[in-house]
């Protein structure tokens, strides 16, 4: 069943509560390394989960494994403050991070079979508004939201500031909340806080060249201003797409192309013809996987 593009909802969504450590957490500062603090990594990245239903209220067993979970994850029950500088910093209050149960009147098939984005209505399904730029400081680091749907299955929404964590540590922070709602006494990875192993050198010594991080010496030639007003969209390419794509490749690239070089570089030929590039100018790019 193909998801309908006119699918709208409400979720009646309860008051927000604190979900605090279920134990005991250490006090104190935890600094973020140079990468973490960037202002770029300001936001809070959004992800939804669907799942049938396991039976049980799925916002009660959620909200007691993330208070479990919390214990040794303890950085994210706090808050971050902002130093003189800039400089961004963890302050372990123990505080906990928002926690909103919701209903609404949908079923888990209306989604449609391929649960990809667009996902319809996605705003009801978090607890704040999608946004490539937030204040991070002083304000809970986690945002949670379970959505029992009319199926019996539920809906996870998560929003989480980027300082604190990429997409592997947040994989890795939910896998634990999951091994604790299964019953496990402690997660099978433990975390460990060493933020100090990707601070910059003082003063710094540079090995290498890093020419991408150098102004542009032509301004006239910098296709992408700062004031440049920008719409945001996205694109999913499913199997067929990449199976296209892979069959423009020289045969001798074919097998040894992951599917991350064969778009970025895909993106990257289609973003230089859109903005005009001649074959010898040269520009910024930055691509992570």
């Known amino acids: 069943m193909a998801a309908s593009s006119s699918l709208a909802f409400t979720a009646r969504r309860g008051d927000p509560e604190l979900v605090a450590p279920a134990g005991p957490t250490p006090r104190g500062l935890r600094r973020l390394s140079d990468i973490d603090d960037q202002r770029s990594f300001r936001f809070y990245r959004s992800i939804i989960y669907f799942y049938r239903s396991g039976g049980g209220d799925p916002a009660r067993v959620i909200r007691g494994a993330l208070a479990a ?17 800039g400089k961004l910093v963890v302050d372990c209050t123990g505080e ?6 919701a209903d609404a009147d949908v079923s888990l098939e209306e ?24 204040v991070v400081t002083d304000r809970p680091l986690l945002y949670v939201q379970v959505t029992r749907l009319r199926c019996g299955g539920f809906v996870f ?5 980027h300082n604190l964590v990429d997409a592997a540590g947040i994989t890795q922070f939910w896998q634990a909340v999951g091994e604790l709602a299964q019953g496990a006494a402690a997660p099978s990875v433990r975390p460990v806080w060493a933020r100090e192993l990707l601070d910059a ?3 710094p010594r540079p090995a290498y060249d890093h020419p991408e991080y150098e102004p542009a010496s032509d301004e006239a030639s ?9 719409v945001h969209r996205r ?23 992951s599917r991350f070089l064969l778009l970025s570089a895909f993106t990257w030929r289609c973003r230089t ?16 996987p």
Do not use: M, W
């Open 201 to 203: 050198r003082h003063p």
């Open 157 to 161: 929404g998560t929003q989480i500031c």
């Open 69 to 85: 979970a919390l214990v040794h994850y303890y950085p994210i029950a706090g808050r971050i403050r902002e130093l003189p500088g």
């Open 111 to 134: 989604f449609g079979d391929s649960l990809c984005p667009p996902i319809p209505c996605a705003g009801e399904l978090l607890t704040l508004p999608e946004s490539n730029s937030a």
């Open 96 to 101: 906990g991070v928002s926690f909103v149960e």
């Open 235 to 257: 694109f999913l390419f499913g199997p067929d797409d990449v199976a296209a794509l892979r069959g423009q490749l020289p045969a001798r690239l074919g097998p040894r192309c």
């Open 222 to 230: 910098d296709k992408l201003r700062p004031g440049d007003e920008l």
């Open 273 to 288: 013809a859109a903005l005009g590039y001649a074959p010898g100018d040269r520009g910024p790019v930055h691509v992570r």
